[in-house]
Structures are given as structure tokens and as C-alpha cells.
DNA sequence: AAAGTAAGTAATTAATTGCTAACTAGTGTA
DNA sequence: TACACTAGTTAGCAATTAATTACTTACTTT
């Protein structure tokens, strides 16, 4: 004999589980673009995709498992463009310079990402989201020093050049034009800067007098 | 005919505000280092020190407050020891390596203090915070670019070096060697990798042949 | 058409957090 | 000594937040 309530409901539009979740992690992407995204709630995202907030958890199991997802995102695209590109190259230098401007361009699309990477590198050091983010960083210095090393064999670059230094020296070019541009807010400059930045890190590869 | 209440305070030692601002500042870099700026609260710093958490707010009027000092702390000791170490050097290039390593003498003193910058930088534009972060690194690169200028001027380096551009690298080749320092969790590899570091941007400056 | 599954809502919870207020107690000085 | 001043405590408020739950409804399958 229960009455039947007349639901008010103005229910979103139902999309697969798979759908939401990139739906998700994009939103988390762009809303670092403009936020700390440590300080990005769950209420936020729902509000950006147009969801309640405990529909968020229909598809992922804790807060937690949405920022792992968004690193392993980060890893899958941005990862995978750098190698790529490195691939469609002559020369080991011509690789270090595709990986370096496949970076920059990545980063203007999508600002949110180093804020990303950034902020979960700053978790303890057991956090499972720092583990993942050192997973992400190691391929990418392998990226790298690969293509120092190779450069260095086809005598590109000076023989006894160290080549792990010199892919934190690649690293850290990139995070100071990143840094510089979040400091300035200025994305859209970061371009033309990066065209300054590598060949000064270039140099630092060659022979010495 | 009201009842006094027995007092059960255990009261901590009355020190000045002064002595307590420092302390609170000191206590938040400390925190800083093990973990994410952003998650330090009002009761864990009263916790470090011996307090309870309303005592801070006899101190500093809000928690924004007590970050802003911890960056003008930052400001004042970092930059001070760095300007100081550049005054005693017989030539610019010499100033360049000794802001080099005081900075990475004092990122392996306080690891804290980076994490902080990096966590503030992340601030939405128009926040107090970031504007006194901006202040600071602005003040840093004044700093750097006189000094490659200078080496310029004196024919230490390519005449035709961009300063700003090479400032830029400069700072990254240091944030390179923090955020790895940050990745593997080491702080006191830093100086041995810095050794590497600094010869490698000093070759960026270089005449190129 | 009936049944089952999965994605949505709405409301609530427990915990946390920054901050405040009322009160208490040392300290220095007139 | 008296008294103002300042630093401490305790308690609690208002807001926020991640997560849970009971219920509803759309889509798929048989």
C-alpha cells in the first residue's frame, strides 16, 4: 500500500561507465588548468560534466582511484606522442628536439597537466599516485637518455658526455619554461620561448674548446 | 554564586608573538618537507610546536597569513644568502656558481621550501600568495640575468647570449635537480648530481664553434 | 512484455577544518 | 600590590568534503 512518490528528477543523460570515466578525467584536466588541483572536490567535477556528485562514484571507487586514472592518462597520451615523434626522426639530435616540442606543444593544449604531475609529486613518498608518477618520469628519462646516448655513438653530441645529468638538464628546461609560464600566466608565450631554450640546451651537449 | 571551575590547563610557556611567528614559520617549512604544503592544517602546526590550535591565532590572524610569512622567509633568507655568495667572487661566472650552489645548499637544508614554491605557484592569478611568490622569483631572475650579462660584458661567455632565456635555464637546470631529489626521494644525492649539473648549463653559454 | 542491470538522483553522514569567543593565567610596570 | 596586557586553554560553530545509501529510471536481453 505504499504511494508512489512523483520524482522530481531532471535525470542526466545515461552514458556507459567507459564514457564517464574519460569524461571525468578530462574534466580533472581542465580544471587544473585554472585551480590547484589539490584542491579540486568531487562536487567540482560533477558540477563541470553536469552530474550529481554521487554519480562520480558510480564509476570510480574513491577520489583516490580518479587521480591514479588521470596520471595513467597523462602517461598514455603524453608518453606515447613524445616517442612517436622521436621515431619519425633522422637523427638522435633531430629525436631530442621533436621529444622537446612534442612536450612544449602537449603542455599548451592541456596546461593542467604539469600542475598535475607537480601537486601528486608532492605526496608521501609509499602514496600510490607518487609511485605511479615515478613509473611516468623513469620512461621518460629512458626516452631521453636513449637518445643522448645514441647521439653521443654517432658522435652528434661530445663522447664523454653524462648522460643521465644531461637528461635532468632536458627535464629541467622544460619544467623552468613551464614554470615561467605559469608564473607569468602566459601559456601562449611558452612557444616561442621553448625555440630559445633548446638550442641553449644543445649547446651544453657539444664539444668543449 | 557562580562556581569557579578548577582549571585542567597544562599551559605552555609563554613566549613573545614574535618568537612564536618564527617558530610557526620555521614548524611550516619542517612540515613542508615530508609532506604537500597544501594539506598542512592549523592543527598540525599546533601540534609540532606544543600548542593547541587556537593558540596560532594569537599570532597570525588567518592561515593565508602564516603562508605569505613563510614565503617572505623565503624571500629574505634564500635571496640574502644567495646575493651575499655572489658579492664574494671575482668574477661573474664564479657569481653564477656560487648562487648555483648556495641555492642547492639551502634546498638540501630545508627541503621544504621548493615544495612550497611549487605548491603557491599553483595559486589562482590574482591570489596575495602568488603575487608575493611572483615578487620573489622575480627578484631571483634579476639577479641571475645581471650576473650572465655581466659575464658577457667581460667576454666570459657568447656576446650574443640571451640572458633572460638563459635565466630561464639556469632556474630550470636547478628544478630539474629538485624535482628529482622530489621523484627519488634522495635529498642528499642533490649535491653530487649539482656537480654535474652546472658544468653542463655553463657549456649552454659557451661560444659555440 | 518481463526481468535484470547499470547509471542516475537526493539526502545524509562522519570527519575535518579554519576561525572565534569566553575564560584563565603569567609578566611587567606604575 | 594592583592592574593592564598578552598569551594560553577549552569548547564549539559553520562550512566543506568524500563517501554511502535507498530509491528511481533508462536501456538491453530474452
Known sequence: MSIPVK???ATQARLS?????????????ALAARQSPGQITTQ??????GF?????????????????????????????AMESAA???ASPIDGLQAVFF??????????????LIFNELQQ????????AVRKLLQRYRKLVTGLIEAAAVCGEVDRSIDAIAATTLF????????????????????????EKIFPLFLRSLKESA
Open 7 to 9: 520524482s522530481k528528477m
Open 17 to 29: 561507465s567507459e564514457t564517464r570515466q574519460t569524461q571525468i578525467i578530462e574534466t580533472v584536466i
Open 44 to 49: 567540482e567535477i560533477a558540477n563541470a560534466i
Open 52 to 80: 550529481t556528485q554521487g554519480a562520480l562514484f558510480r564509476h570510480f571507487p574513491s577520489k583516490e582511484a580518479v587521480w591514479l586514472a588521470a596520471i595513467d592518462w597523462v602517461e598514455e597520451n603524453l608518453l606515447s
Open 87 to 89: 621515431k619519425n626522426t
Open 102 to 115: 612534442s612536450h612544449i606543444d602537449f603542455v599548451m593544449a592541456r596546461p593542467g597537466v604539469p600542475r
Open 124 to 131: 608521501p613518498a609509499d602514496s600510490a599516485i607518487k609511485a
Open 171 to 194: 627535464l629541467g628546461s622544460i619544467q623552468g619554461l613551464v614554470m615561467q609560464s605559469m608564473v607569468a600566466d602566459n601559456v601562449p608565450a611558452m612557444h616561442k620561448t621553448a
